[in-house]
């Protein structure tokens, strides 16, 4: 695997690439490939998911049961951060890799690889610092894999399909978080087998990927050497000479703050206020009805904004959507609206996921920087599940209860929507 630096000064922009890593693709991708992107979604989500909901709470109890909370929250704010470099990093190394297997591929098998190892290295974990070395591990090599799988898609997938396949990516996210579900609770409490089921599905995952890439090799001569500084200062993207992937990443951002505050507490909202006889049986149940609403949405909208050629007016209608679910929970604080709430918030965000996807690809400033480029964007992704936490702790103790919580997870979801109208390069 080699690596180069910064683009050519006539590097070439989206749609006028000189070599077939760089053009913008016109040719549909196969079935096959994509059922390979999707594998490798779930096998990612899978990866994150099961250790975050289910495995590192149970390591805790093993380690040290009466400090078990701070345990699970320092474990997975140290990966929070890691991840958080991680994957502009990885997208930005794999833009500037020259192997003759292509850019993306090896970043995928690499970052499966060491994810993999780090998971079966976690569940022998006897010391809370290992398991924040481990963890912190597998959200390096797992966000190498995702930075190179989810740069692949502006890589190869035309325009006129992006959004059929992004509805297509988001429904392996969600299969892999079920999946993740499934792990915990056919294990029994046995983290160790979790882990290994979780290493397992990733390693699996990503091969049929990886037999059929499509990914052509990127020539030597399309990059400039590399300069450590120019490398560094390329992961600022002015938003004044690219306004629309700026309102884009904030648009993003600000929608999946206000999913994460909607869905943060739900646990502590059941037992609470509306005082749900199970309160884990009723967030399994919630998560359930959104998961599959999520997939059902996505695969849906995404064909759907492909065949008429737009984008911003699925964007907005969804992000105005999740701002619903914010206000059925905040103004019907019972179970009837909690059901409802998840359903709605299922909805929005299905269709959110798949068409906004779509949306991003095709406002990259430049085809040589595109995996750095939707690296930066995944930390819109990534960001909100470090923030919201605190900003539904304030909303909830000082700021007037869970109605002021939702009431701020349905504007902040409003705004999402309003900015999406200041893009401009797309309809």
């Known amino acids: 695997m080699s690596l180069s630096s910064t683009p050519a000064p006539d590097g070439a922009s989206a749609g006028e690439g000189t070599t077939p890593a760089l053009a913008e693709p016109v040719e549909k991708v196969t079935a096959r490939w994509v059922t390979g992107l999707v594998l490798v979604n779930v096998g990612i989500n899978a990866a994150f998911f099961g250790p975050i909901n289910v ?3 149970q390591q805790a109890i093993s380690i040290d049961a009466p400090a078990k909370e701070a345990i699970l929250s320092l474990v997975t704010a140290c990966g929070a951060a890691v991840s958080l470099v991680a994957n502009p990093l990885f997208g930005a190394l794999s833009d500037r ?4 297997f292509g ?15 780090a998971l079966v290295a976690m569940s022998f974990s006897a010391a809370v610092a290992l398991m924040v070395l481990f963890w912190c591990l597998v959200q390096l090599g797992a966000n190498a894999a995702y930075a190179a799988i989810t740069a692949a898609v502006p890589d190869r997938v035309p325009v006129i399909q992006r959004g059929g396949v992004g509805g297509l990516a988001a429904m392996g996210q969600t299969l892999g978080i079920l999946t993740g579900a499934v792990f915990g609770a056919v294990v029994s409490g046995n983290f ?7 290493a397992a599905a990733l390693l699996l995952s990503v091969l049929p990927y990886l037999f059929h890439p499509n990914d052509p090799a990127l020539p030597r001569n399309e990059l400039e050497a590399f300069r450590p500084r120019t490398f560094i200062r390329g992961f600022y993207i002015s938003p004044f000479i690219y306004p629309d992937f700026a309102w884009a990443w904030l648009t993003r951002l600000l929608v999946n703050v206000g999913n994460q505050l909607t869905i943060v507490y739900l646990l502590f909202f059941l037992r609470d206020i509306i005082h749900h006889e199970d309160p884990a049986t009723g967030v399994l149940v919630l998560t359930g009805i959104y998961a599959v609403m999520v997939m059902v949405t996505a695969v849906l909208a995404g064909p759907w904004s492909d065949r008429v050629g737009r984008r911003k007016p699925f964007v907005i209608a969804s992000s105005a959507t999740i701002a619903m679910a914010g206000a059925i929970m905040a103004f019907f604080p019972v179970w009837p609206g909690a059901l409802a709430g998840a359903a709605v918030l299922g909805i929005g965000f299905g269709a959110y996921l798949a068409v906004d996807f779509a949306l991003l690809t095709q406002v990259l400033p430049f085809a040589v920087n595109r995996g750095k480029d939707m ?3 995944n930390v819109a992704n990534s960001l909100p599940q470090v923030v919201a936490p605190g900003l539904a702790l304030l909303a909830v103790t000082h700021g007037g209860g869970y109605r002021t919580l939702f009431l701020t997870a349905a504007v902040i979801g409003l705004l999402g929507a309003v900015f999406v109208v200041k893009i ?3 309809d």
Not at 97 to 100: P, Q, V
Not at 104 to 115: D, E, I, K, N, S
Not at 192 to 198: A, E, R, S
Request: glycine share 14%.
């Open 55 to 57: 495995f590192i709470g």
């Open 97 to 100: 890799t020259t192997s003759r």
């Open 103 to 117: 850019r993306r591929a090896p970043w995928v098998l690499a970052g499966a690889v060491l994810a993999t190892a």
């Open 192 to 198: 160790m087998v979790g882990y290994w089921l979780c």
């Open 375 to 377: 690296g930066v964007i």
């Open 424 to 426: 401009k390069g797309v």
